[in-house]
């Protein structure tokens, strides 16, 4: 479990930093924003991406959470500041969901290359109802064939804001993919 701690105002973001901790904001349409601090070793090994949900605790509450933003220093790219939004458990939320290809290997061992079109999805829905990410089988592809929006089973609740018609990947030869360069 992510622990979220408050942050005193009168400090400094840079206190924060220099005590192992990274310095961020909640906020959302039934919290107040605060200032808030993730011990920077939890952040690191657990928050990986924008759009990411996971559940926290702030003052013995749990909460549900996005990580909206991740704001890197321009040199080291460590995480320097953050947003996390906390949104309504009973509203739908327009969000991304980010998308995993499973069987890529099989693709590439066959020397051919998987052309992703999208590496993750728009879908509005309610917190509880979206999934961490979607997986999607590639392995059985041909060169030529592709994953569309409208192959996905995703459950009725959660409503796809990509035409049907949108390629997800498409399996390519290698020459093709020369050509595409030069």
Do not use: C, W
Not at 68 to 97: C, G, M, N, R, W
Request: net charge negative; glycine share 4%.
């Amino acid at each position: 479990m992510i622990e979220v701690k408050l942050r005193d105002p009168l400090k400094k973001a840079e206190f924060y930093r220099k005590q192992g901790y990274i310095p961020g904001v909640i906020y959302g349409p039934e919290i107040e924003s605060q200032a808030v601090i993730i011990d920077k070793k939890t952040f690191e090994k657990n928050l990986k991406q924008i759009h990411q949900r996971f559940i926290f605790v702030l003052n013995n509450k749990k909460l549900m959470g996005i990580l909206q933003e991740i704001q890197k220093h321009p040199i080291t790219l460590e995480a320097i500041h953050f947003d996390i939004y906390v949104p309504s458990l009973l509203q739908e939320i327009t969000t991304t969901i980010p998308i995993i290809f499973k069987g890529e290997e099989v693709i590439t061992k066959e020397g051919y290359i998987l052309n992703k079109s999208l590496t993750e999805l728009e879908v509005e829905g309610k917190i509880t109802d979206l999934p961490e990410f979607i997986e999607i089988d590639v392995s059985n592809l041909k060169p030529g064939e592709s994953i569309y929006i409208k192959d996905l089973k995703l459950p009725e609740s959660i409503k796809i804001l990509v035409n049907p018609e949108t390629p997800i990947a498409t399996v390519i030869l290698q020459e093709e993919s020369q050509e595409e360069t030069e």
